[in-house]
């Protein structure tokens, strides 16, 4: 029997451990089971975290094995090879499919029926051998997708135009690496379109300059966080626990996570993050929203590049 108030983390590496973390913080589970395969590391972290459970609430945090998975809500999958500086997400590839498998595998020996939620990078294109490997539902195998990619477009924006970023509404979809799509045409603050509350905060001129530099700002986030500290975790952490919340607390909530795509967008048999509706079950509505010419045709591009390398792997 599923419990809801159960989740999984695979693989204990920075990002799964800093996942961990802030799922601790945020309360939402009553049992988090870590599991990797050095069961040193794995037990050495859930001794670190239950250290802080005084000051955050009652959970039962333990290293443990597939065995435990049947009944958990969610399984988090970061484990695979770490994003070397100078190597893009698609580089991964090969290396993680192979990582991704053996985890799958273990998985379906037992009787999991919750939602399978993908981190790992190429997180797109793993997410789509997850589903392929697994034969679970599509609507229970996600992608984190650009969550991550989009928080850092929203914080660009609000520092460009000292405004809190929690009022900053736009999102970026396609793939999460080089060829993603920021949705300009949809972006405003707290409903002032774009170059309308530049031109308020002083910024006049070539507001579509001042957009390409952000974006452009987003896209190489990740090697310039690579190049300085050789990781990035932290955010990635903060948009998974975001994911986690809209499941766990059946928010109903629109993300931008990678899901399968049928016709939507004109993309087929392809994963790509895209707007969707989560719920406790996962996916339960893919929204199709207007997009420019020219965004639909760069989210077409990015489905079409990744679509190719699925076909390889195969």
Known sequence: MLNPRKAVIVGLGNVGASIAFNLMQKNLYSELVLIDYNKDK???????????????????????DYSEVGDAAIIIITAGAAQKPGETRLDLVKKN???????????KKTDFEGILLIV??????????????????ESRVIGSGTVLDTARLKDEISRHLSVDSRNVHTM???????SEVPLWSITNIAGVALNEFCEIRGHHGDHQAAMNKLYESVRD???????????????????????????????????????????EYGLEDVYLSVPAVLGANGVENILTIKLSDE?????????????KIIDEID
């Not at 005084?54 to 945090?61: A, F, H, L, T």
């Not at 970026?172 to 080089?178: A, C, F, K, S, T």
């Not at 965004?295 to 679509?307: F, N, P, R, V």
Request: contains cysteine; charged residues 25%.
């Open 172 to 178: 970026i979809v396609g793939e999460h690496g080089d």
């Open 120 to 137: 790992a990078n190429p997180v797109d294109i793993l997410t789509h051998e997850a589903r392929l490997i697994s034969g679970y539902p």
């Open 221 to 263: 986030s990740a090697y310039k966080i690579i190049e300085k500290k050789g990781a990035t975790y932290y955010g990635v952490a903060m948009a998974v626990g975001r994911i986690a919340e809209c499941i766990v607390k059946d928010q109903h909530s629109v993300l931008p996570v990678s899901v399968a795509l049928h016709g």
């Open 295 to 307: 965004e639909l045709e760069k989210i077409q591009a990015s489905g079409k590049a990744l679509k």
């Open 97 to 107: 499919t192979s990582i991704m498998r053996s985890c799958i595998e273990e998985i």
């Open 42 to 64: 794995a037990e050495g972290e859930a001794m670190d975290l239950s250290d802080g459970l005084p000051y955050v609430g009652s959970m039962d945090i333990h290293a443990g």
